[in-house]
C-alpha cells in the first residue's frame, strides 16, 4: 500500500524532474534572447502568503529565472489575498495595466495564485475578462508551478489548475529565503474555526499540521544555513498537533523547537484566544528564546457580537484570559485585530469593544472595517448600522488603539535591549533597523555589517511605534 508519506515524496521527485527539464528548456530560451530571463512576484495578504511566495520564487529560481522588481519581466505571478473586499480590488486592477505589459513582451507569462483563486466566481471572471493570464492555480498546489509552466509551454490556451482541497503536505522543495537570518516555518495548513465572516476556512482547506520531526529537520537545516529567528506560521497554533496520527501540542511542539542550538528567537502567529493553554504560558514563561509578544485576535469586545461570530469566547473569558497572560508574562507585548460593522453590530456593542482596549491596553492592533465575504455566514445577516455610523466608529477606535499604542510602546524608553539587525532603515539609509523581542523596530546609527547580528541598543527616545537608540 502507498502511504501519504511515499505519494508526497513521488510527487516532490516528479517536480524535481520537471524542474530540470525547464532550466535546460528555458537555458536555450535565454541563450536565443541573449538575455536572462526575469521574474516578478508580486504577494498580496498574510505570512502565509508570503511563506508560499518564497516557495514559489525557490522554484523560478532553480529553473533558472532571475528576480526582478520591475513588472517588465518574463514571468510575471501574483500571489493574491481574499480576506476583505478590497485585496480583490487591488488584483483586478493591477491585472489591466499588465495587459499594456504583455503587448509589449508577448513572450510574457502571467501567473495568478493564492487564496482568491479558489473562488469559482473569480476564476470565471478572468476567464472571461482577462484573457492575458496564461497560469491560475489556487493554494493546495504551489508546489507544482514547475508542472503548470511546462503545461503552458506546451499549449496555447489558459492552464488553470484549482484543487478543491487536499489532504497533502508535499515537503522537501526549494525556498528562496527573503533574508538570510530569518525565516517563516509553515506548522500547519488551513483553519477548522469557521468565523462567521471569514473566508479563509473556505481557500486554505481543513487544518492540517506539520508532523514535528519534519518542522525541526526544516529549522535545523535553516539554522545551519545561517537562520537565527524563526516564525512559526499557522491560522490557529493553538490548536496545532491536534489532528496528527500521534498528536502532540503545541507548547510541545515549541520545547522541541526549543532545544535546536544556535537558533536564538522563536515567535509565531496566530494564536486564537479559545485555544490559548495554560502549558503554552508555562512554556513561554520559561523559555528564553520564545520572544515576549503574543497577536491574539479579540475581533470584538462584545460577547453578543463574539457569538455570532462564532469566536467560542465572551468579552469576559478574553479579559480574564490577558490578565492570566500578564501574570505569566509580566514583559509580554500585546497585539490583536479588531472588526467594527460586523452586520449586528450596535453602538452599545462598539462600546464594549473600546472598553476592552483601553482595559488591556494594546501594543497595537489592527483595525478593520469589516467586509462582506460571499459564502460566509455572515454575508446574509442585516446590517443593525448604517455605514456612516461604521466608519465613524473606526475612527473612534483607531484614534484610541494609537492613543493606548503610543504610550504602552514608550514604555521601555531609556533602557538598552537587545535587537535583532534587520537592515537598514527604509526612511534614512543612514540608520540600521533592529527589532526588539516584542516586536518593536528601533532605528539606530551603525554599520551595515551588523545586519542579521544581535546588538544591545539603548532605547533613547520612544517615538510612538518605534524607538531611536544607539549602540551600547
Ligand atoms: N487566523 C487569524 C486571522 C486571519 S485573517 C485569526 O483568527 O486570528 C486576519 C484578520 O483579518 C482577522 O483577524 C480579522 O480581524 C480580519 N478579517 C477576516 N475576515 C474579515 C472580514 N470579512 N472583514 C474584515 N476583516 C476581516
Ligand atoms: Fe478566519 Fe477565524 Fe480561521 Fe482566523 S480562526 S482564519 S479569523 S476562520
Ligand atoms: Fe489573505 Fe489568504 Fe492570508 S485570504 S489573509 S492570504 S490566508
Redesign the pocket.
Known sequence: MRTETNINEQEAAKQREIMERLKVRLAKKSEELGRPLTYCSVCFG?QMNAKDSEKLEGILETIGYVRTESEEADFLIMNTCT??ENANLRVYGRLGQLKKLKKKNPEMMIALCGCMMQESLVVEKIKQSYRHVDIIFGTHNVFKLAELIENKLDSKGMVIDIWEGTTEIVEDLPSDRKYDFKCGVNIMFG?N?F?S????PYVRGRERSRKPEDIIDEIEKLVSDGVVEVMLLG??VNSYGKTLDEPISFAELLKRVEQIEGLKRIRFM?S?PKDLSDELLEVMANSTKICKHLHL?M?SGSTKILSDMNRRYTKEDYLALVDKIKTAIPDISLTT???VGFPTETEEDFLDTLDVVRKVRFDSA?T??????TG?P?ATMEFASTEEEIKERFNRLLHEVQEIAKETCSKDEGKTMEVLVEGLDEQDESLLTGRLSNNLLVHFPGDVSLIGTFQNVKLSEAKGFYYIGELV
Open positions: 498574510c480576506v476583505r483553519c474555526n468565523c465572516y471569514c473566508i479563509v491560522q490557529n496566530t486564537h485576535p475581533q485585530d479588531i472588526i489592527f478593520f472595517i469589516y467586509s462582506k465575504r460566509t455572515a
